[in-house]
């Protein structure tokens, strides 16, 4: 087991989160980002199979079954063929972008918001994460809104559009800020949050000409989430393993004042875990340092991966038995007596040992270690996870963080962990924009310190 806290400062959020609720705002003009086509070469990033098919919907207070009677991305002619080179929308477009996006509510609160290009980022310890209006200067297809056509519908036709990006490296980032963002003057603000808000300042401040409005990195994810959750009604979604091709994944809309209470583990580079009661009322009840850059840093230690997506296809084409010690292993069968399967792994790398032994033993396979660093990384987040919600009586658990990436292996071990420990009480819940809450929180905050 990693290191795990458990600091139970309380945070004192300033202010709310816009309302949500509020009624339709007509005819209002916009300027939006102008944007290259050229720019984007980031892979997709969300599931295909969550994108394009029509998946069972179940209400996550009722447990009542409704079908999906809309796809979650615009039929642009494209949409039920998912993008395997998704490019970001254009400022204004005619075409439903490629990439994910969510289209931002018809409300008072969000008035503002469309009447200027609004920016907001995520600095991680390990990835920048963007998000950005735009704007459709066409009706969406029916079709596209999720049977929410009222609540979206402009008079004047047009859509604005929150758009998702991210980036490895924050030279790329103040680059694409620099080409898309054509629209902005001096003093303008971009919204930030996460260590790198601190970190870089004054290199995006400098480059880009802007100031720079801070949000503390739990509140943008508290923000973000109540707004996904709230929003967007196909946004979280469980994982069922056994279950048969799109059958997998089950939609979760929830009603939005049922939202609360919940546990939001987000796996990042290190992990934070917030008992959230209300869009303002929340804690961080604890972390760990066992979290994606974990994985990512002894997946890069141990096999010949060069970057994470191909340390997860190691992973998922991997067979951890050969380098985990099994029950089996050690009792020769299950025991019993504690009800612990044959196959459960009991020492994770255990196989890999070598003290005492020749060095010329066969080495173990990269595809295995990666698979066995996974599950290892991913149990033990799924029992502090299962700890967590027991401890705070809670009944669904929200996954976020880019750790997730809607990988296969990944959601099956949190969600097996959180049901096997829990008996099926507590539910282990995923999100489209999993990697995005703080940034989305951050666009969202109207409150955020100035920094100049
Ligand atoms: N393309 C990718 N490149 C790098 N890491 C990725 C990628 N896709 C997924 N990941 C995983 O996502 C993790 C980073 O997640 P995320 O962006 O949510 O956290 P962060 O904001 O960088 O970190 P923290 O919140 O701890 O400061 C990485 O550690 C890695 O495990
Ligand atoms: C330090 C942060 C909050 C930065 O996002 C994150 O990486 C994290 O929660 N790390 C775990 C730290 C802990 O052990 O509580």
Redesign the pocket.
Known sequence: MGHTSTSSRRISPRGSPPNLRRPLIKNRKISVLKEKRAVATEEPVMDDLLLSSKLKRVDSATGSVSPRTASALPADGTSTAPPTVPVPPPATTKKAPKTPYVILPACDAFNKFTKTSRVAV?I????I?VVYSSVMDEELPEESLNGHTQKYAYEDGKRVLVNFKKF?DLDRFINFLREVWTDRQPGDVIHCT??GSYKYSEIIMKELGVRLQRTDEMRSLIFGVNFLLSTNVDESFTYHHDAIGRNKFQYRPIAADLIYPFLLV?????ISILKVDSPTSYERVGGSSM???T??GLGSLLTPAQ???ELLDMANRGDHRNVDKLVCDIYGGAYDELNLKADLIAGSMAKCNRFGETPQKQPHKPEDIAKSLLLMVSNNIGQMAYLYGTRYNLKRIYFG???I?QDPITMRTLSFAINYWSRGEIEALYLKHE?YL?AMGSFLDEDGKMDE
């Open positions: 995520d991680g310890g390990t990835l994460k490895t996460g260590g987000n796996i990042g580079t290190g979290g994606g850059g994985f990512m970057n994470f997506d963080g880019y750790f990436r990697g703080g």
